[in-house]
């Protein structure tokens, strides 16, 4: 993967990955080992968490199309290998935050998937990407049940700065 073209995204603009599909199979252990892998790489790669967790839905009914979306993630990896978290003291810590979620995302079960994240300061300190556990009948009210949810951490770690004297 060292001489490959660099992807710019981990996943393809508009690529939606199904368990029912006509694809060819492929080796169970190499597509384990490489999504097992690129678990391991989240930890120093928070860019790639959406991609890696929607490849590990498909570690019971994987084929040849969620092989080659593991390998675009490698992709993406090789070209921002330069790329560096820079950190720098904040003039002010603010709690900010920002949610968002798409609309039956799923071609599986129709579920959305939601997100927030939230800054302390400029740096993005907490996140999270996670199926919706209910079907919505529009994105207003996947929308909802993401801010919902964004909210509700919103209102936890505004606690625990809180308790941590930091305002």
Known sequence: MTN?????????????LSSN?????????SYRSLVGCLLYLT??????????SLLSRFMHCYNSAH???AERVLRYVTGTLSYRVKLVKAK?????GYLDSDWAGSIDDMKSTSGYFFTLGSR???????KQQTEVQSIVEAVYIAAATAVNQAIWLRKLLSDLNVD
């Open 4 to 16: 490959c073209k660099p992807a710019s995204t981990p996943v393809a603009q508009g690529e939606k």
């Open 21 to 29: 599909s006509d694809h060819a199979r492929v080796d169970e252990k």
């Open 43 to 52: 930890a120093t790669r928070a860019g790639t968490m959406y991609a890696v």
């Open 67 to 69: 092989f080659k979306a």
């Open 92 to 96: 002010e810590l603010k709690l900010v």
């Open 124 to 130: 993005v300190f907490i996140w999270s990407s996670k």
